[in-house]
């Protein structure tokens, strides 16, 4: 498992912003997953997205890596950040684009305006 977590742990710190998730950013196969792929979608993020569902390493690993049992599982900057109903609160609250300004992530305001104005 070593091994499983020193992927992971690269990954994580190699890109800006990483999702691990069910299927892809292009084809979600959970609800879950497509709800975050979705948000970052639409906002114009650029995220690496890792499929658990073809790997059952990387599927376990990610739980025991972050300590948190569900998918998907956002990570801004190397960072943990959360799965869906934390990145849904953020997103909503606005302190998901606090966090994209903060570490430097490219995104469009005006996306993310849009999806509150939308949910209020």
């Known amino acids: 498992m070593t091994d499983v977590k020193d992927q992971i742990k690269e990954t994580v710190d190699a890109n800006d912003v990483v999702l691990f998730m069910k299927g892809t950013k292009e084809m979600p196969q959970c609800g879950f997953s497509s709800r975050v792929a979705g948000v970052l979608n639409y906002m114009g ?4 997205d890792i499929n658990v569902l073809a790997d ?8 025991e890596y972050s ?6 599982q956002l990570y801004i900057k190397g960072e943990f950040v ?3 109903d934390i990145i849904t609160e953020m997103t909503l609250s606005g302190e998901l684009d606090e966090m994209f300004e903060t570490n430097g992530v490219g995104f469009d305001k005006d996306a993310a305006n849009k999806i509150r104005e939308a949910n209020s």
Do not use: H, L, S, Y
């Open 56 to 63: 059952e390493a990387v599927r376990q690993g990610i739980k």
């Open 67 to 72: 300590d948190w049992p569900t998918i998907p």
């Open 45 to 48: 993020v650029e995220f690496k």
């Open 82 to 84: 959360g799965g869906c």
